[in-house]
């Protein structure tokens, strides 16, 4: 019977984190169990940064950008005597679960946790929507509408100077971010790991718009292409003269969207409910459309989940 819990955030911060931690906080404390928030991630659960969090810990914060608790990268997280070390802290503590909230990297280590005997429960934290079995994760929402928000303004511009705006998004092992941005803005062309980069069809796509617009949008994942090169090529080959922007970190911070608050609120109360009315381990929480569900951690890293992507694509192309 679990009594205290421990909650994290890990990795990449992500818009709704911190409504996260709050749903996990008020619920927990609902039932009955107390809760202690660990800083930094694994990295403060390693070096023993945990505090006692009460309801008032987590008043005011649904609201807020990145998230309360820290958040940082230990890769030797993967080592067995790094993650002994950890558990020791939390048996300090009396903790007898952790609530992990973050990306593939956090349920890596979540699941590593789990199998040394900590009950552990993942929640998908990240803005990149790049975890299998979930149909959206915290902070995908509140990022496109960054995303969108961004790429409007630049279209104001590059229509006054006839030019093609080429963006970069990140999202670099799921390309929904620059679909769905995409789609919301009525770009040229995207790239992203799931439909390739084809420098003809893009040069074909934005000679077609020069006939009858100001302006064409191409937007491409990160790590997709050399968005320079690419601006030269377009610049030289077609009648637009091509500018690049790299929207970055940007796309991490602000206030979450409503949409993510109320996912991070749901997923919060579904995994302490997990916690308390099962005995599941090593799970995550997901998002199935009509009901927030769990799922083994293993089958949402080696899950494939390129064909929503897809699907979306062929919604582009079709409007394009
Ligand atoms: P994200 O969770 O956003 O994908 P990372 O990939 O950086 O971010 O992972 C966050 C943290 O999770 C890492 O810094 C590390 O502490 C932990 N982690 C990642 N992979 C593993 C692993 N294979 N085993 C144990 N812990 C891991």
């Known amino acids: ?70 958040t940082a990268r230990l890769p030797e997280f993967a080592d067995q005597e790094v993650r002994e070390k950890a558990i020791e802290n939390l048996r300090i503590y009396g903790i007898d679960a952790v609530v992990t909230i973050g990306g593939d990297g956090t349920y890596r280590g979540a699941l590593a946790l789990s199998k040394m005997g900590i009950r552990t429960i993942a929640i998908p934290g990240t803005i990149d929507n ?19 928000e961004a790429v409007d303004k630049l279209r104001d511009t590059s229509s006054s100077h006839r030019r093609c705006s080429i963006v970069e998004v990140m999202g670099r092992n799921c390309g929904d971010l620059a679909i769905w941005t995409a789609i919301a803005v009525g770009a040229e062309c995207v790239i992203c790991k799931e439909t390739g980069f084809n420098l003809e069809e893009i040069i074909e796509n934005v000679t077609k718009s020069a006939k009858s617009k100001n302006h064409a949008i191409i937007i491409a994942a990160e790590h997709m292409v050399d968005i320079n090169e690419l601006a030269r090529e377009v610049s030289e080959r077609t009648p637009f003269e091509a500018r690049t922007t790299v929207l970055g970190y940007i796309q991490r ?46 089958k949402a890293i080696n899950g494939d989940d390129t064909a929503p992507v897809l699907e979306k694509y062929k919604v582009f192309k079709m409007l394009w």
Do not use: W
């Open 253 to 298: 911070g602000g206030c979450p969207s409503a949409k993510d608050r109320v996912l991070a609120s749901e997923m919060g109360v579904k995994a302490v409910q997990t916690l308390v009315e099962t005995d599941e381990t090593g799970v995550c929480v997901c998002d199935e459309g009509e009901i927030i569900a769990t799922l083994p951690i293993e």
């Open 1 to 70: 019977m679990v009594k205290k819990i421990g909650v994290l955030t890990s990795g990449g911060d992500a818009p709704g984190m911190n409504a996260a931690v709050r749903s996990v906080v008020r619920s927990a404390i609902a039932l009955g169990l107390e809760v202690y928030g660990i800083h930094d991630g694994y990295l403060g659960m390693y070096e023993g940064r945990i505090e006692r969090l009460y309801r008032k810990s987590v008043s005011e914060k649904m609201g807020h950008g990145g998230t309360f608790l820290g």
């Open 130 to 148: 790049d975890i299998a079995g979930t149909k959206f994760t915290i902070g995908f929402d509140t990022a496109l509408n960054t995303a969108v």
